[in-house]
């Protein structure tokens, strides 16, 4: 049964609905399907309202059983990390319909989990499309937030990516490409080595790995981001 507390912030999500910006989110890859048209900045705002709210993962829970896509977008931003299970994950990840979903999901929210690394590992092995990009989206977040993690870790991920480069379909392509491009900036050793990457995923006869080769090398050999990794290693 939803609670008080959750209907609340339901009825808050549909006052702000807008028609105009679901139809834009719509040119951008985002399913309109069950979706207000509330802006991130918003959510947002409203996300800090619950930020010490000791229900906030069973609201959470509960935001996420609504279907409704900024709803969902709530429950990543708000929800406890710490409280989250494997099967919470799994669930959800099954029902990604969306990349926004996905992608904050996964960056605001299960990056921070024990779980976080084998998952990214898993769910690139998946077919469904939104499961299998959060596999990369988590790679590419775990790159950027997890500053404790040794080098090898990252250098597991390589070798996938070179693996599932030759999928077409463009939400799980962009983020292979996605997951290259911030491990190659992490590191002096870790640009090397994605570098070499990219070059040998240009060699694969497939559309897809051109694209994710050409567009990673662009930005990875790039005097901007060679310039960082120096300053990195002063």
Do not use: Y
Not at 93 to 116: E, G, H, I, K, Y
Not at 155 to 171: G, M, Q, T, V, Y
Not at 180 to 188: D, E, P, T, Y
């Amino acid at each position: 049964m939803t609670s008080n507390e959750c209907s609340k912030i339901v009825r808050e999500l549909e006052k702000r609905a807008n028609a105009r910006n679901v139809a834009g989110m719509a040119r951008f890859g985002i399913n309109p399907k069950n979706t207000l048209g509330v802006s991130i900045p918003v959510i947002r705002d409203l996300a800090k309202t619950q930020c010490k709210n000791p229900r906030r993962h069973e609201l959470a829970l509960e935001l996420w059983k609504t279907g409704i896509h900024e709803a969902r977008l709530l429950a990543g931003f708000i929800d406890d990390s710490k409280k989250v299970s494997e099967a919470q994950m799994e669930s959800w990840a099954r029902d990604f319909d969306s990349w926004d979903v996905c992608d904050q999901a996964c960056s605001n929210l299960f990056d921070q989990t024990p779980f976080a690394w084998r998952k990214a590992r898993e769910w690139t092995k998946r077919k469904e499309e939104f499961v299998k990009r959060a596999g990369f989206v988590l790679m590419a977040c775990l790159a950027v937030h997890d500053k404790k993690a040794d080098d090898k870790k990252f250098l597991a991920f390589l070798p996938i990516i070179k693996r599932e480069a030759r999928d077409e379909r463009n939400f799980v392509r962009k983020a292979v490409n996605w997951a290259l491009r911030q491990i190659g900036k992490r590191s002096k050793a870790l640009n090397a080595a994605a570098v070499k990457t990219a070059s040998e995923i240009s060699r694969i006869d497939s559309k897809a790995a051109r694209w994710i080769a050409a567009d990673a090398l662009r930005e990875l050999e790039s005097p901007a981001v060679q310039k960082r990794l120096l300053k990195k290693r002063e």
